[in-house]
């Protein structure tokens, strides 16, 4: 067990809708990173948030959005949803944004199914 | 960061040590080695890291060649758990980033 928390577990929709996938970082992490894999594109980084605040951008398209709350858990937004987005999206966390010892810490995954 | 080549898969018998080797050959004097690995489709794992000299750890040994454009990752004695995808990621320190690169990895298979 890592220490990082995401729901829900599965999740079944259909195309055009909208989800929220939700984080909760291990305790005392500052930074959240999102992460999405499928099966023709691999592990890709898609956002980090440190504090609060959006650090790094990576592959993620504009249809997805997220933020990290006061608390520090995040949400990562997936709107107008096609069927290339069913994938597994990870969360994971590390102590601050920066540092090349930063181990991150991975969640169990949110695999979303887009119908 | 620079790309790194790894094996798409090995296999390596059970209480055997497995090596598995990574070339990073661009890889630039402040880039550090990591590898992670992923036991099907949960959460990656990190195993360990390093950037010029041999680490161990409780998990794995990292082999750094001097001229740091290779790398081995030994697990000294396999277990059925150990079967995974490993991923071999050269990372720079960035200011305000800290995000990982993943490959396409090794696919270890363990047999007993």
């Known amino acids: 067990d890592s220490g990082v928390t995401q729901t829900p577990k599965h999740l079944i929709t259909a195309t055009g809708q909208r989800v929220t996938l939700r984080c909760s970082p291990r305790?005392?992490?500052?930074?959240v990173y999102w992460y999405q894999q499928s099966l023709d594109q691999g592990l890709q980084f898609l956002i980090q948030?440190?504090?609060?605040?959006?650090?790094a951008k990576g592959n993620i398209l504009e249809r997805f959005s997220a933020q990290q709350f006061p608390d520090l858990h995040s949400e990562l937004n997936l709107s107008s949803l096609e069927l290339g987005d069913s994938a597994l999206y990870f969360c994971a966390s590390s102590v601050a944004g920066t540092s090349v010892d930063n181990e991150q810490f991975f969640g169990p995954g949110t695999r979303l199914t887009v119908l | 960061d620079a790309k790194t080549t790894q094996p798409p898969s090995m296999d390596c018998a059970e209480g055997r040590a497995a090596n598995l080797p990574c070339n990073h050959s661009t890889i630039s004097g402040n880039e550090y080695v990591y590898w992670y690995r992923q036991i099907h489709s949960q959460g990656p794992q990190y195993i360990i890291h390093?950037?010029?000299n041999n680490e161990t750890n409780e998990m794995a040994s990292l082999i750094i060649t001097e001229d740091r454009k290779s790398s081995t990752l030994i697990l000294p004695h396999a277990t059925l758990r150990d079967t995974a995808v490993y991923y071999c990621i050269v990372r720079r320190l960035q200011t305000g980033a800290n995000n990982l690169f993943f490959g396409t990895g090794t696919r270890l298979t363990v047999i007993p």
């Open positions: 305790s005392g992490d500052l930074s």
């Open positions: 390093g950037l010029k």
């Open positions: 948030y440190y504090n609060g605040e959006e650090r």
